[in-house]
Nanobody
Framework: QVQLVESGGGLVQAGGSLKLSCAAS????????MAWSRQAPGKEREFVAA????????YYADSVKGRFTISRDNAKSTVYLQMNSLKPEDTAVYYC????????????????????WGQGTQVTVSQ
């Protein structure tokens, strides 16, 4: 059974930075396409960043483009989300997701594409 465990959330002032981590256990991490999504109270879950299993293809939502960076370290079975210039509207629970795939260059942007989800980590950005 694959487990994804997020960490790194917390409370930060607007303009600050946080780096989220998602550690995977179980099967071969390098075969996973990975993504970060978030859900704010009263809103639908949205993808903020996604990455192919090769790491060579990435996606960013317009709302975070230029501020957030997704990366992965296959040796550590970990995917990261570096978040800079945080805004109050970035406040949400952030989830990582993994999809076991044969396709090295593909990322995925549907919730039901993903096989595995973490439990979420709260990010709160104050004014």
């Amino acid at each position: 059974q694959v487990q994804l465990v997020e960490s790194g959330g917390g409370l930060v002032q607007a303009g600050g930075s946080l780096k989220l981590s998602c550690a995977a256990s179980g099967r071969t991490f390098s075969s996973y396409a990975m993504a970060w999504s978030r859900q704010a109270p009263g809103k639908e879950r949205e993808f903020v960043a996604a990455m192919s299993r090769s790491g060579g293809t990435t996606y960013y939502a317009d709302s975070v483009k230029g501020r957030f960076t997704i990366s992965r370290d296959n040796a550590k079975s970990t995917v990261y989300l570096q978040m800079n210039s945080l805004k109050p509207e970035d406040t949400a629970v952030y989830y990582c997701a993994g999809k076991d795939t044969w396709y090295t260059g593909a990322y995925y942007l549907r919730l039901d594409d993903y096989d595995y989800w973490g439990q979420g980590t709260q990010v709160t950005v104050s004014q």
